[in-house]
Nanobody
Framework: QLQLVESGGGLVQAGGSLRLSCVAS????????MAWSRQAPGKEREFVAI?????????SYADSAKGRFTISRDNAKNTMYLQMNSLKPEDTAVYYC???????????????????WGQGTQVTVSS
């Protein structure tokens, strides 16, 4: 049974940094494209970054994340990360880890139905 457990959220001042982690268990991690998504109060869920099962440079970022956020994965640790720098109050949201349902699935789909989801971790950026 797949489990996705996020950690690393918290309260940070604007301009600060946080690193989120997502530990996956229950399936062979290296086979699956992974993603970070977020949802702010009253807003739709937004895919922040997606990293292909291929790893490396096979990454897609939302415009809001480009230049500030870095997604990465460590297949040996079954863990995905999101390094967030230069945080802004508008980055405040619940951040969710997601794993594609299908293995070896290329592309950067932003269809929520194609993913399994973690419980989320709260990130709050104060001004």
């Amino acid at each position: 049974q797949l489990q996705l457990v996020e950690s690393g959220g918290g309260l940070v001042q604007a301009g600060g940094s946080l690193r989120l982690s997502c530990v996956a268990s229950g399936r062979t991690f290296r086979m699956y494209t992974m993603a970070w998504s977020r949802q702010a109060p009253g807003k739709e869920r937004e895919f922040v970054a997606i990293i292909s099962w291929r790893g490396g440079s096979s990454i897609s970022y939302a415009d809001s994340a480009k230049g500030r956020f870095t997604i990465s994965r460590d297949n040996a640790k079954n863990t995905m990360y999101l390094q967030m720098n230069s945080l802004k109050p508008e980055d405040t949201a619940v951040y969710y880890c997601a794993q594609r349902r299908a293995p070896y699935d290329d592309g950067y789909s932003r269809d929520e139905k194609e993913y399994y989801w973690g419980q989320g971790t709260q990130v709050t950026v104060s001004s």
